[in-house]
């Protein structure tokens, strides 16, 4: 149910920004594309419009780019401050559907990688997740599961949350936006297992790929948290040094709550 629910959801969302776009790279387009004499040619509002989309996803490239660096920069500072204000700053120059859902989920989950767990549930009750799409849903599941097992080290319950939003969340595959979607959630359920030492057959090498995404530093910081918690109760000296030196360099706070108090007794 939830997959059918939220393929008509995305359906609805593309098919408004369609009708805003379209239409808009086609008028700018008729407008910048001229032919050598001044003339418009038959082909112009095409070769414009093909011209400002490239500078449209140049820019965007660009913004993402500025954007992870800040929010990596942000999240090695030793309190919450900057990321949540870089936040903040983000979904008010956005105009997504469910944008105040989603803008709860982001300021939960920075809270929670500074274990501030009650900020970070007061940041879910903003929303009535329950009226919104199963997808949108699923934002806030994840946030939960985050919260039991950082904050308040309540590992079933973690476990519990992830599995409830990565069920929430499911796609079809090939949906735009789909491998990302499900990257986040599989991420989120791995990070819960290694804490609740029940890991499956795909938990460490979902890890392992996040950890490799630089451009989005929260989930680099749950993957390697979680990574560097399998190799500490592991025993394996090598590994878990290198991983935890890892983690301090992006998120060092985390690392104190998961890893310093342990790795210093």
């Given at each position: 149910?939830?997959?059918?629910?939220?393929?008509?959801?995305?359906?609805?969302?593309?098919?408004?920004?369609?009708?805003?776009?379209?239409?808009?790279?086609?008028?700018?387009?008729?407008?910048?594309?001229?032919?050598?004499?001044?003339?418009?040619?038959?082909?112009?509002p095409?070769?414009?419009?093909?011209?400002?989309?490239?500078?449209?996803?140049?820019?965007?490239?660009?913004?993402?780019?500025?954007?992870?660096?800040?929010?990596?920069?942000?999240?090695?500072?030793?309190?919450p401050?900057?990321?949540?204000?870089?936040?903040?700053?983000?979904?008010?120059?956005?105009?997504?559907?469910?944008?105040?859902a989603?803008?709860?989920?982001?300021?939960?989950?920075?809270?929670?990688?500074?274990?501030?767990?009650?900020?970070?549930?007061?940041?879910?009750?903003?929303?009535?997740?329950?009226?919104?799409?199963?997808?949108?849903?699923?934002?806030?599941?994840?946030?939960?599961?985050?919260?039991?097992?950082?904050?308040?080290?309540?590992?079933?319950?973690?476990?519990?949350?992830?599995?409830?939003a990565?069920?929430?969340?499911?796609l079809?595959p090939?949906?735009?936006?789909?491998?990302?979607?499900?990257?986040?959630?599989?991420?989120?359920?791995a990070?819960?297992?290694?804490?609740?030492?029940?890991?499956?057959?795909v938990?460490?090498?979902?890890?392992?790929?996040?950890?490799?995404?630089?451009?989005?530093?929260?989930?680099?910081?749950?993957?390697?948290?979680?990574?560097a918690?399998?190799?500490?109760?592991?025993?394996?000296?090598?590994?878990?040094?290198?991983?935890?030196?890892?983690?301090?360099?992006?998120?060092?706070?985390?690392?104190?709550l998961?890893?310093?108090?342990?790795?210093?007794?």
């Open positions: 149910m939830s997959k059918q629910q939220n393929q008509k959801y995305l359906a609805g969302h593309w098919a408004r920004s369609l009708w805003v776009v379209v239409p808009a790279l086609l008028f700018i387009g008729a407008l910048t594309a001229f032919n050598r004499d001044g003339g418009v040619s038959r082909f112009a095409a070769l414009g419009a093909l011209t400002v989309l490239g500078l449209a996803l140049g820019f965007a490239w660009w913004t993402v780019q500025r954007v992870s660096s800040e929010r990596s920069r942000a999240l090695r500072l030793p309190t401050d900057v990321l949540l204000a870089l936040t903040e700053k983000s979904f008010k120059q956005s105009r997504i559907p469910d944008g105040d989603f803008l709860a989920q982001a300021r939960a989950v920075a809270l929670a990688l500074y274990g501030e767990g009650q900020r970070a549930r007061d940041a879910l009750e903003s929303v009535d997740w329950q009226r919104r799409a199963p997808i949108i849903q699923a934002a806030g599941a994840a946030s939960q599961s985050l919260i039991a097992s950082i904050c308040e080290r309540d590992f079933a319950q973690g476990m519990k949350e992830a599995r409830r990565q069920s929430l969340a499911e079809r090939g949906t735009l936006g789909a491998a990302a979607s499900n990257r986040f959630y599989a991420t989120v359920l990070f819960a297992q290694v804490l609740a030492n029940e890991e499956d057959a938990t460490l090498a979902t890890l392992q790929a996040s950890a490799k995404v630089k451009r989005l530093a929260t989930l680099q910081a749950i993957a390697i948290a979680g990574l918690a399998h190799a500490q109760r592991l025993g394996a000296p090598e590994p878990f040094e290198a991983l935890r030196q890892d983690l301090l360099s992006v998120a060092p706070t985390l690392h104190d998961l890893i310093h108090s342990k790795s210093a007794s």
